[in-house]
């Protein structure tokens, strides 16, 4: 079973930037569906960055354009640049692999594994 530890959080003013990084240990990132995600206390987890079935990385329209998700397979690590942070990034920031659901040509990522998280803080 893979494991993820994240870093990289902590306190910005807006308009500042970080970049956050997981690594994962215990198996291969390039075996699974991985993506960002990240969760204000009460409300659901929000998907930052994900890899669609096409390869694609989406994001919501309310990190488009400032976050950049990408993965380096051969250090088995996740990074998530965030630029120009707002205080509405104010979150726990976590990664997440899963396994592929095929269904005909494409595929769903059914997120099973999550690091422990690390805190993103941004003041205006």
């Known amino acids: 079973q893979v494991q993820l530890v994240e870093s990289g959080g902590g306190s910005v003013q807006a308009g500042g930037s970080l970049r956050l990084s997981c690594v994962a240990s215990?198996?291969?990132?390039?075996?699974?569906?991985v993506g960002w995600f990240r969760r204000v206390p009460g409300k659901e987890h929000e998907g930052v960055a994900e890899?669609?079935?096409?390869?694609?990385?989406t994001y919501p329209d309310s990190v488009r354009g400032r976050f950049t998700y990408w993965k380096d397979n051969a250090k088995n690590t996740l990074y998530l640049q965030m630029n120009n942070l707002t205080p509405e990034d104010t979150a726990m920031y976590y990664c997440?692999?899963?396994?592929?659901?095929?269904?005909?040509?494409?595929?769903?990522?059914?997120?099973?594994?999550w690091g422990q998280g690390t805190q993103v803080t941004v003041s205006s």
């Open positions: 215990g198996g291969t990132i390039g075996y699974y569906c």
């Open positions: 997440a692999a899963g396994s592929r659901r095929h269904s005909g040509a494409t595929w769903t990522c059914m997120y099973n594994t």
């Open positions: 890899i669609d079935a096409i390869g694609l990385t």
